[in-house]
């Protein structure tokens, strides 16, 4: 099992671009996230999706749209990229939402960084 | 939403046991505590949760206070691998919005 990928790996972006950020897990799991992390700071949530075919905001969504494909895969785009959103992106998932399962697996990160 | 407060960082000798407390003296009754570990450049990993009783796992223990105000991630034995920054999170309303403070940095000396 390869767990939570995400691609790419590194990006460099100018003001203004767009781009989307790729994730995917093999552990059938119902839930998955996305998080940024600034240099020296903890996880703020972005986005989640408890399950296929529902997402919701999190603590700092703005500038971001999330799509989640199907079960095993949840994106994430930024439509106009500001240096503000210059940051390392995990994606996560779990089992289930809530309750027991509710352990969450992450990704290795995307490294972006918009000038 | 409830916030988790811990030292930025602590020091331990290797093969003795590390204590990392946590509080979170805002917490409600239907919050869970999960504890993550993030090694240098990778992503965080799960440690370890639990609700109100006292938790073990290969990996640590947990211990939380009676009235759940603050509660303490303990490693047996600290290895050299276990160097990380520790997050002590809430899933608020037991609804996965796991809310991520600032961590404790645990360095690890021969």
Redesign the interface.
Known sequence: NAGVTQTPKFQVLKTGQSMTLQCAQDMNHNSMYWYRQDPGMGLRLIYYSASEGTTDKGEVPNGYNVSRLNKREFSLRLESAAPSQTSVYFCASSLRLAGPGNEQFFGPGTRLTVL | DAKTTQPNSMESNEEEPVHLPCNHSTISGTD?I?W?RQLPS?????VI?GLTSNVNNRMASLAIAEDRKSSTLILHRATLRDAAVY?CTL?YN??????????TELSVKP
């Not at chain 2, 990778?42 to 799960?46: D, H």
């Open positions: 869970y999960h993550y990778q992503g965080p990993e799960y949760h997050y899933d037991q609804g996965g919005k796991l809310i991520f403070g600032q961590g």
